[in-house]
């Protein structure tokens, strides 16, 4: 089979197509038929060094597509159902890819093979911030940083089903219209001078109660001021250090949470699945894809990935 491997941590030119075995599945495990696999900034991180998993290796985290056989002991799944990929064994940037059994969740039929590689790190990492981290409420506050991105959709999509009200930022024209079209109540230019200012205007000067950040290096120091009381904010992403103010916080109860999707309990993980499982089902939580790139191709996958202007989910397809 085709994949892409990593021979020596650097630039995105160190991912090669190379012609290797095709995995076979062992006790509780399945090998799948990959149609189409998520590219997301974590698998940058991989690749260049930073997060050093060991080598060679195939990335990819995210995928979809179709089981092809499964090992012994597995009791849910069977050859032919269609799946999407949360982690896997073997990486899913590849013709085939071997995952745990918990690992492979059923795709819901109305969602095609590069929307199932939109689903996990997204809406799990969306969901477990609004859920489990920030614990919203319904008729709280939110604001989403980058919610033209694969997790400000995500966001985006969960929050206003949740009976939040939504405030979007995003850095294009197009990217604001797309978190406007997914459900935001209002969309803001994170480029634009006064925008902040535009978000108190518009809570009536109280602020928000919820911040999910993907940057928390350039934003964090000046979410803080843009709280409410007993607010929260949960650091998704960040590339660098970041000086904030404590009074911020003190003045407002309000704090600050870290989160890593990898972190979660089997029982967390149970939530999600279930919770992702419901919204694709109906029509509540729906993947964008802005970008599909053949398997070849992954080089320009991850510069992309890393592009200001977000939009929607880039998808490999073998």
Do not use: C
Not at 72 to 84: H, S, T
Not at 177 to 202: F, M, P, S, T
């Amino acid at each position: 089979m085709k994949a892409i491997v990593v021979r020596q941590y650097g630039d995105p030119e160190v991912m090669k197509v190379e012609e290797v075995p095709t995995p076979k599945p062992t006790a509780g495990q399945v090998l799948v038929k990959v149609r189409a696999a998520g590219v997301n900034p974590a698998d940058t991180y991989g690749r260049a060094g930073l997060t050093r998993p060991a080598l060679p290796y195939t990335p990819g985290s995210d995928g979809a597509g179709v089981v092809e056989s499964v090992g012994p002991d597995v009791k849910n799944l069977k050859a032919g159902d269609r799946v999407y990929l949360a982690r896997t064994v073997t990486g899913s940037y590849a013709e085939y890819a071997v995952a745990q059994e918990s690992q492979a969740q059923r795709l819901a039929e109305k969602l095609s093979f590069p929307q199932g590689a939109g689903i996990f790190v997204p809406y799990a990492t969306a969901i477990r911030a609004l859920t489990q981290v920030a614990r919203a409420r319904p008729g709280e506050t939110l604001l989403v940083h980058g919610a033209s991105g694969g997790v400000g959709t995500a966001a985006v999509q969960f929050g206003r089903a949740m009976g939040l009200t939504v405030l979007g930022t995003a850095g294009s024209d197009r990217g604001r219209e797309l978190a406007g079209k997914e459900g935001a109540h209002h969309v803001l230019d994170h480029g634009a001078a006064g925008y902040r200012e535009e978000i108190l205007r518009l809570t009536g000067g109280r602020g928000v109660d919820v911040i999910l950040e993907m940057l928390a290096n350039v934003n964090l120091g000046a979410d803080l001021k843009l709280l409410a009381s007993h607010g929260r904010v949960v650091v998704i992403g960040s590339r660098g250090d970041v000086t904030v103010t404590p009074r911020d916080l003190m003045a407002r109860d309000a704090s600050v949470h870290g989160m890593l999707l990898w972190n979660i309990t089997a029982e967390e993980g149970a939530g999600l699945h279930a919770a992702i499982a419901a919204g694709t089902e109906n029509g509540t939580l729906r993947p964008i894809v802005g970008l599909e790139l053949p398997l070849a191709e992954a080089p320009q996958s991850h510069r992309k990935v890393m592009e200001p202007g977000a939009f929607g989910k880039i998808v490999l397809v073998p």
